[in-house]
Each structure stands twice: as structure tokens, then as C-alpha cells.
Nanobody, 114 residues
Framework: QVQLVESGGGLVQPGGSLRLSCAAS????????VGWYRQAPGKERELVAL???????NYEDSVKGRFTISRDNVKNTVYLQMNSLKPEDTAVYYC????????WGKGTLVTVSS
């Protein structure tokens, strides 16, 4: 069983930055695809970014150029660096790990507001 624990959410002003972290338990992290979804109030959960075990990232169009996903296979941690944040980035951000099955974290709230 894999457990994922997110951290780094909070309140930030428009144009600001946050870095989310997601630490995974177990020994499969380096072989897995990991990433981040988000869910805004009243909206469906959407994929934000993912990174394959090769290190290749993919991004949802609205965050390209602003968000950067990275991974540390020694620390079993995936990061999401979020820059130039906008009010529409406000959401609960969930990390996930795919290795034959999908595991989810419990989420961390990001609020972008002045």
C-alpha cells in the first residue's frame, strides 16, 4: 500500500509562487508515473501535470510556462513549483501515483487571492 502526503498549500497573492510537495511511502516511486490534479469549487477534478518515470513531464495547457513538475527518486517526492499564480488556480491540489493502480493523496488547498 502506498501513502501519499501533500504539503505546501496556502494563501498567496496573484502573481505569487508556491511549491507543493508530495511524499510517497513504499518502494515503487521510481518506477511510477506521478503527478498532480486539482479540483476547484463546483468543478470537476482536472489533470495539472504529470511526470513519467523517465523524467519526461506533461502539462495542462493553462499552466504551461508557469508550473514546473519535478521528482526526486531518492526522497520519493514529487514537486509542483507554481509561479505567476492566478485566482483561477485556486483549488485543492491532489497528488497521485500510477503503478498498475492509482493512489491518491488527501489534497492540499491553494488559494490565490488579494
Amino acid at each position: 500500500q502506498v501513502q501519499l502526503v501533500e504539503s505546501g498549500g496556502g494563501l498567496v497573492q496573484p502573481g505569487g509562487s508556491l511549491r507543493l510537495s508530495c511524499a510517497a511511502s513504499g518502494s515503487i516511486f521510481s518506477a511510477a508515473t506521478v503527478g498532480w490534479y486539482r479540483q476547484a469549487p463546483g468543478k470537476e477534478r482536472e489533470l495539472v501535470a504529470l511526470i513519467f518515470n523517465s523524467g519526461r513531464p506533461n502539462y495542462e495547457d493553462s499552466v504551461k510556462g508557469r508550473f514546473t513538475i519535478s521528482r526526486d527518486n531518492v526522497k520519493n517526492t514529487v514537486y509542483l513549483q507554481m509561479n505567476s499564480l492566478k485566482p483561477e488556480d485556486t483549488a485543492v491540489y491532489y497528488c497521485y501515483l500510477d503503478y498498475y493502480v492509482r493512489y491518491w493523496g488527501k489534497g492540499t488547498l491553494v488559494t490565490v487571492s488579494s
